[in-house]
């Protein structure tokens, strides 16, 4: 059957036409992304808590809420944030979790709690957080447009094409205002009739629905429904709304307020480079092609704008522009292997034929990689195009050891017709073929452990595993399959002995001296087992040190970050709760100094203004001033007491990469005034060492200004015993509805939906007793609102934060960006200085923020040992012999020792990719001790000595064991050395492997005949 199929040329050259067209064809339609479409779902929930202190809601509400989320079998934690009138939770699912139904299971679950809350709560609300933002972001300004004409124009004539883009997530469109109904009460005229705000808010309620009658039904069929329109429709029907009935007058709304729409700034404005105008994009979904999507809208916006006439448009942000950039690096650094591991078989064969032949499989194992990537719902990124560029340099292993054997066999039996040519290499490819199905077969299982892997590491990892495993395969089938038939159709007149170009005869002489000075140097240490025992006792001293290097010296992250252009400064303000327009105008300052003292290495720069500060997106000219453009920042922007500053890279993907905090600690005790007075010694203590960023607190340390209004019962008792109208609630909701404007519900004007809020006019107040001086009328009477209440001052810690559902007092510090670096020396000096500030050691509560790197890397240890028991399995049941066996793994250890010394070399730490090179090295450090024990039994079984077979198998396997390495350390060097954007992500296995497998052959090399060697004399 398979000198059939060898001789079927058109079957062949049918295969390879088919692999490639397929391949290609489904390369073309994979999507693109950044990273590996995963993440770690994180669910907001807020409620806006009116009329109940934190405490109270916390007892109330908020432990049964945390307790019913916790029971969530995938929610891996759960932190709640406490606060007047507020309550927030974020809930963080496992790596890889889906978000929608993540989100599905809370509601369901708090369903029954949100049917207990008071009407005026509103309920629950819900956000999804899954990494990054993914948003394409334009302004647009123009000179005779106001911004609500533009507003207008920009949602009838684009919006609605963009929102037809298929990957999206959301369009968004800034509003120069929103609109809403304001029912501003009149303070005289509630005193004239004794109206209070809470009557106001009940009528409104109750005519919230139309009320249906019925219907009739007609003689001749016809149909009519008979209702009265009580629902609230616009501002007059609300003005007209009834109240009560005084002293036979009926009192509406119109008598005791004024009722208008309003505009007022939206809760978030966005601006470009610090200018207010129209900014308007889309966020794209976590799971669609982000670059195809981004172009998409990118079309429609720059075909679109034009017609409608004096626009300027500006792209603030495109995340497309960096993820194809990132990938396409990758991309070449994949077309760089290929072209140097072709270099590398053409000047080892010196035959343009061989080198043609041979590397026929590296793209035809590629390609065909591109279709199970199709099958199995990979994208085209970082991870997946990692994969192939390792690939590379390693597909090849395979079809160097069948060419070269085939190549082999034609010397010797000189074959003339093509049914001889077939029988030889019939006979080739079955000499080497277990050997070569095994080797690659040790590559295939080193993957299989990752799913004993933690989840990020999974989550990170799978598609490498994936593509790689598939390529792997594949290129098994190429090198038994496809490379023969080619050698026996395009290599029959090639004459292994002629003319060759002058660099592959330079290339092949030094490489047969080499060779003998091999051969010859193993023949002496053969002889002199006192060495091979010392060079074996030496691997060993060496591979302890390198365990040492490993476990103590090098540094540890989870996943190494691309470089980028963009970078994020944070501004949040410690009062949290402000006025929109008046953050806006505080961040105004900082805009400023960003366009005289930055401007010069920005093209643009992107605000987003919220209610607890600002997020200013900072465009680079070029990604190689990242570095000092981010320390430039923070040593620019400091801290104070009013406002805090963050400065982040930022990147256009779903996956959050963890960053564990410098420092975070619990701070124990059973005092809360003293547990508020330690953390705010420590915030203080912590900002002020050079080095730290964002020094969070949760909560909040400092004490709010407040006011306890006693309410003398006596005093309400009599009132309410003598004027049946009057209730203290009333005058509870007067102060409430005077001291903030309450939204009542909303309704809808031309399809637009507008909240009803109800509110006193805005006036300037002298002080506290302001509010006690309200007056009420009861009945005929008069009260001040101080008959009922005394005021007593206090300063008060309002809000809680629970974790698991305990509460606790944290705190956490960032490094800065700039500094990380240095991490380790300034996390020192902040413990340094806790240590300094003599704190009782039993109030503070480290946690140790290294424990998801930690349980990351021990994953992959566990992997690697899975991986290592499954590879001796493969070698044990090939060989069927203990003491061969172990041989064959001892290479393994050697391979570690140049992984470290790589590792240590280059400054790179021990991290994901690092680990996973690790585990790579495991399957390929054993390939060429498979061939050369594999060749070491042939030559036995023809009758040769140990040592005499030993030496052989060195002579035949010498040439192939170079070429398989040398193919993939330079088809791994691009990576390793990583060119361009994107390459970061990566280069930390590119090191792994070039480094591990560049410093082991050496040893690999004299360890492995050795130790076959002193086989005998253990026997």
Not at 466 to 490: D, E, K
Not at 645 to 661: A, D, N, Q, R
Not at 983 to 1003: D, K
Request: hydrophobic letters at 45%.
């Amino acid at each position: 059957m398979l000198k059939k199929f060898y001789g079927n040329f058109s079957a062949v050259g049918f295969l390879i036409l088919m692999i490639c067209g397929l391949g290609l064809l489904q390369f073309f339609r994979l999507p693109i992304a950044l990273y590996p479409q995963t993440s770690r779902p994180t669910i907001s929930i807020n409620v806006d808590t009116y009329g109940i202190s934190s405490e109270d809601f916390s007892e109330r509400y908020g432990n049964d809420i945390e307790s019913k989320i916790l029971s969530i079998k995938d929610v891996e934690n759960i932190t709640g944030d406490y606060e007047t009138n507020n309550a927030s939770w974020e809930v963080e699912f496992g790596w890889g979790y889906d978000e929608e139904k993540a989100t599905t299971q809370i509601k369901s679950i708090l369903a029954g709690i949100e049917s207990q809350f008071p009407k005026d709560w509103g309920g629950f609300q819900f956000n999804s957080r899954k990494g990054e933002n993914n948003e394409i972001v334009y302004t647009a300004h123009s000179n005779t447009l106001s911004e609500e004409d533009l507003y207008q124009l920009l949602d009838s004539k684009v919006k609605g094409q963009i929102e037809k883009v298929k990957g999206l997530e959301s369009v968004f469109l800034s509003q120069p205002y929103n609109k809403e109904i304001r029912i501003t009460l009149d303070e005289s005229k509630l005193l004239q009739w004794g109206v209070f705000p809470d009557e106001i808010s009940r009528a409104l309620k109750e005519r919230k629905e139309d009320l249906a009658l019925g219907r009739l039904d007609l003689k001749d069929g016809g149909k009519y429904s008979f209702y009265v329109a009580t629902k609230n429709r616009t501002v007059e029907d609300i003005a007209e709304t009834f109240l009560k009935r005084i002293e036979k007058h009926d009192i509406y709304i119109k008598d005791v307020a004024s009722v208008g729409i309003r505009k007022v700034t939206p809760e978030s404005v966005l601006k470009g480079n610090g200018k207010r105008g129209v900014v308007f994009g889309a966020s794209i979904s976590a799971k669609a092609n982000i670059v195809q999507a981004c172009e998409n809208v990118s079309e429609i916006v720059r075909r679109e704008l034009p017609k409608l006439g004096d626009i300027e448009f500006e792209e603030l942000l495109n995340p497309s522009i960096y993820v194809r950039e990132a990938v396409n690096n990758v991309g070449h650094e994949v077309l760089l292997g290929v072209l140097i591991a072709t270099i590398v078989l053409f000047l080892f064969f010196g035959s343009l034929t061989y080198t043609a032949i041979i590397g026929v499989s590296i793209p035809l194992s590629l390609i065909g990689g591109f279709i199970v990537m199709k099958a199995l719902g990979i994208e085209v990124n970082l991870i997946s195009l990692g994969a192939m560029a390792l690939a590379a340099g390693m597909v090849v292993d395979g079809s160097i050891v069948v060419l070269e054997n085939i190549a082999r066999h034609y010397e010797i039996a000189k074959p003339q017709s093509l049914t001889e040519r077939i029988d030889v290499a019939s006979r080739a490819v079955l000499e080497v073929r277990e050997a070569v199905v095994v080797s690659l077969l040790t590559l295939v299982v080193v993957f299989a452990p990752l799913a004993f892997t933690s989840p990020l590491a999974n989550a990170v990892l799978g598609d490498l595993a994936n593509v790689m495993v598939c390529v792997l395969v594949i290129s098994i089938g190429v090198s038994l399959f496809i490379i023969p038939p080619l050698f026996i159709a395009l290599a029959k007149n090639v004459d292994p002995h002629g003319k060759r170009f002058f660099l592959s005869d330079w290339t092949i002489r030094a490489f047969d001296h080499l060779k003998d000075k091999y051969v010859q140097g193993l023949r002496w240490a053969l002889k002199r087992d006192y060495f091979c025992k010392s060079f074996l006792l030496g691997c060993l001293l060496l591979f302890i040190g390198a365990a040492c290097v490993f476990i103590f010296v090098l540094k540890r992250e989870i996943l190494a970050k691309p470089d980028t252009d963009k970078v994020w400064l944070s501004i949040t303000f410690t009062d949290k709760n402000q006025e929109v327009e008046k953050v806006d105008t505080l961040i105004t300052p900082y805009e400023e100094i960003l366009k005289k003292e930055f401007f010069s290495d920005l093209t643009h720069f992107y605000s987003q203004v919220h209610k607890k500060g600002a997020w200013i997106l900072c465009n680079l000219k070029d990604k190689r001033l990242v570095t000092s453009f981010k320390k430039r920042l923070e040593d620019r922007f400091k801290n104070t007491p009013i406002v805090n500053f963050g400065v982040y890279p930022w990147l256009p993907t779903s996956l959050k990469i963890p960053e564990p905090p410098l420092v975070e600690l619990e701070i124990g005790g059973h005092d809360p005034e003293q547990k508020r007075q330690l953390l705010e010694r420590l915030v203080e203590a912590i900002e002020g060492v050079d080095g730290v960023g964002i020094v969070e607190e949760n909560p909040d340390h400092s004490l709010k200004h407040a006011f306890e209004l006693k309410t003398d019962q006596d005093m309400v008792h009599a009132f309410a015993k003598d004027y049946t109208d009057f209730s203290i609630d009333k005058v509870y909701d007067l102060v409430r509805t005077r001291l903030k404007e309450q939204e009542i519900l909303t309704t809808y004007e031309d399809g637009e939906k507008i909240p009803v809020k109800v509110g006193f006019p805005d006036r300037e107040w002298n002080g506290p007793r302001d509010i006690t001086d309200l007056q009420i009328k009861v009945d005929d009477k008069i009260v001040p609102v101080r008959q009922f209440f005394s005021l007593v001052a206090e300063r008060r810690w309002d809000n809680l934060y629970t974790k698991r559902g305990k509460k606790v007092v944290m705190l956490s510090a960032k490094v800065k960006d700039s500094y990380l670096h240095e991490k380790e020396k300034v996390k020192k000096e902040v413990l340094e200085l806790i240590k300094k500030m003599h704190i009782d050691p039993s109030l503070l509560s480290y946690v140790d923020t290294e424990k998801e790197i930690n349980e990351n890397i021990l994953s992959l240890v566990l992997a690697m040992t899975i991986s290592l028991l499954l590879v001796w399995l493969i070698v044990s049941l090939q060989f069927a012999n203990f003491m061969e066996s172990l041989i064959v793994m001892l290479v393994i250890p050697l391979g570690f020792i140049g992984a470290s010394v790589a590792l240590f070399a280059s400054g790179c730490p021990l991290s994901i990719n690092s680990m996973l090179g690790l585990i790579l090295l495991c399957g390929l450090a054993v390939n060429h001790s498979i061939l050369f024990v594999d060749f070491y039994n042939t030559q036995k079984k023809e009758g040769r000595s140990q040592n005499d077979s030993i030496l052989a198998a060195a002579d035949l396997r010498f040439r192939p064991i170079m070429l398989t390495k040398l193919t993939a350390i330079l088809g791994s060097l691009p990576i390793a050395l990583s060119f361009g954007t994107g390459g970061e992500v990566l280069q930390a296995l590119g090191i792994t492997i070039c480094g591990g497998l560049a410093i082991s052959i050496p040893l690999t090399l004299f360890a492995v005949p050795i130790s076959l060697h002193l086989m005998k004399e253990k026997r």
